[in-house]
């Protein structure tokens, strides 16, 4: 799945994912007004607001980048109707050629961790019949419960070619609570990467592994070290943007290949629209204001890479 | 809210929890056959399947026992239609005055922590009317994002009356991997538990807190130690039973109150029809033997308390 990945990021020259993360106040009032007409003012009337928030930024960004990233939190929050939004907001972005990166950072003991795996990844067997519940590309994962927790994820990716990224160094401000805590003169998030690192090479698939990592964009020397403990694995970025963290600051996240990193950005694409720089699309025109974030991102790594 | 299932426990002298983690395994013939037949063959019929075999052990177990623990992973495996049967056995459990405790071990960074603390244990403003996503008494949250992961949970207890319990040590085999990992001489998880005895202090309810922890029955020395670095913290403790921990395991988890642990059995409980030990129950009888299974375990964990 990751060598798929990157084909798309090097055709789009773009390691561009954008975070598909609605919130009400992301959503300009001609979109709420009709949902919330066609479906009450309700989770049912909200969820049809993200889905046609989402569908009109994908249909703006699509042919501009490799992958998408929805965050199942924001969905859950609405209880079923949100779900099902996120699940239609799904399928449509791979109808439409995207990867799907599910943010869902599960993760339990074995046998749990390995009906998420099928949750999001794989598929579940009724009767002689194989049915899909989510069918993600990619999902994030949690390793505080360590290998049994995560090998589920990782059988499942191999069965079905799909991918993980395993948290790592997350980019919150208290990341560093528990995660950079010393062990034996190392941090835990680096002993976390050399785990990850290992269980790469259960899943190779060409010079990288569908076996990722996130690292948040806001620890930029962490990054740096973490590329050299992990040389094949595909790092998921957070943290760039809305969140503070600076395109000058992602170089060292990139192998000397001018791959190994996907950088997300959330707010700044899907809520461009109402920022001062791109005032011109202020009248609700998420789309357009989306694409053209995208398209400043990409120049802004660009850069990067090239430096 | 942990004073109330203080209460339940107390009266129903039961510190259990019932763990409604279905698989299409555990339930007979005569109820899949019946959905099956109704919905079809596929994650409608399943996840009808699994509220119809919740349906039927919450009948007969709701009078004995405080709690059940749905294990949403189970419930995603099917998708939405899953999800929908998740949320129809937490509505119908708490109708029954059993207290519902969300086995979703969610946890990102503060502003996604505070979608799912609202998904699980809030509600979410739509106009000018509150709606409520799954509706949990309780609900599991990992710590590996640290404080600001976990205290939007904390918020929303303190705002709705609700509780969490938080990963300390967990039941699987490769759960020392990093939680046992020594950090200034003492392991990882008695950092996280120092953590959560702290996060608990913001929100006290009679002598515990709402903010408890999860510590295997596998580990029952280190449960010990636990129980003094957290004396106001309710221990959720899985892994009784089916998972290899046994009742005289369990004494180190209680304060001397007698109180301080709530022991959860999932298999052991929701599919002793199948075992030999309820074999006069084999011919499906799924209520009555998880009764007899829980009224079993009642009597285990009631001779170790009084040890």
């Given at each position: 799945?990751?060598s ?14 954008v ?35 989402n569908?009109?930024?994908?249909d ?5 980048v ?13 209880g ?15 109808e439409?050629?995207l990867?799907?990166i599910?943010?869902v ?6 046998s749990t ?15 002689e ?23 589920p994820?990782i ?12 948290l790592?160094?997350?980019s919150?401000?208290?990341?560093g ?8 003169g ?8 050399k ?21 948040g ?27 503070g ?20 950005s959330?707010?700044g ?9 791109y005032?011109?699309f ?16 990409k120049?802004?790594?660009a ?5």
């Amino acid at each position: 799945m990751i060598s798929k990945l990157i084909d798309s990021i090097v055709s789009k020259d773009a390691p561009i994912v954008v975070g598909l993360d609605p919130k009400l106040d992301y959503i300009p009032g001609r979109i709420k007004d009709v949902c919330f007409e066609e479906k009450g003012r309700n989770p049912e009337g909200a969820a049809e607001a993200f889905w046609q928030f989402n569908k009109e930024i994908i249909d703006c960004i699509y042919d501009i980048v490799p992958a998408v990233k929805p965050q199942i939190a924001m969905y859950e929050e609405l209880g079923i109707p949100g779900l099902v939004a996120f699940k239609k907001t799904i399928d449509y972005a791979r109808e439409k050629g995207l990867f799907v990166i599910g943010d869902v950072k599960r993760g339990d003991i074995g046998s749990t961790s390995a009906s998420y795996a099928e949750a999001h990844l794989g598929q579940v067997k009724i009767g002689e019949e194989f049915f899909s519940g989510f069918d993600e590309d990619f999902a994030t994962v949690n390793p505080y419960l360590g290998s049994d927790g995560v090998k589920p994820f990782i059988s499942v990716c191999n069965r079905q070619d799909r991918g993980i990224f395993v948290l790592v160094k997350t980019s919150n401000p208290s990341s560093g609570e528990f995660q950079d805590r010393l062990i034996d003169g190392k941090p835990l998030y680096e002993l976390v990467a050399k785990k990850v690192n290992e269980w790469g090479n259960e899943s190779m698939d060409g010079s990288y592994s569908n076996i990722g990592a996130v690292v948040g964009a806001t620890y930029p020397q962490m990054g740096q070290a973490l590329r050299k403990i992990m040389p094949k694995t595909y790092i998921l970025v957070p943290g760039y943007g809305a969140q503070g963290g600076k395109g000058e600051d992602l170089k060292g996240f990139f192998n000397s290949d001018g791959l190994g990193a996907i950088v997300n950005s959330s707010r700044g694409i899907i809520a461009a629209w109402k920022s001062d720089k791109y005032s011109i699309f202020s009248d609700g025109r998420v789309g357009e204001a989306a694409r053209a974030a995208a398209l400043d991102m990409k120049k802004d790594l660009a850069l990067v890479n090239k430096k």
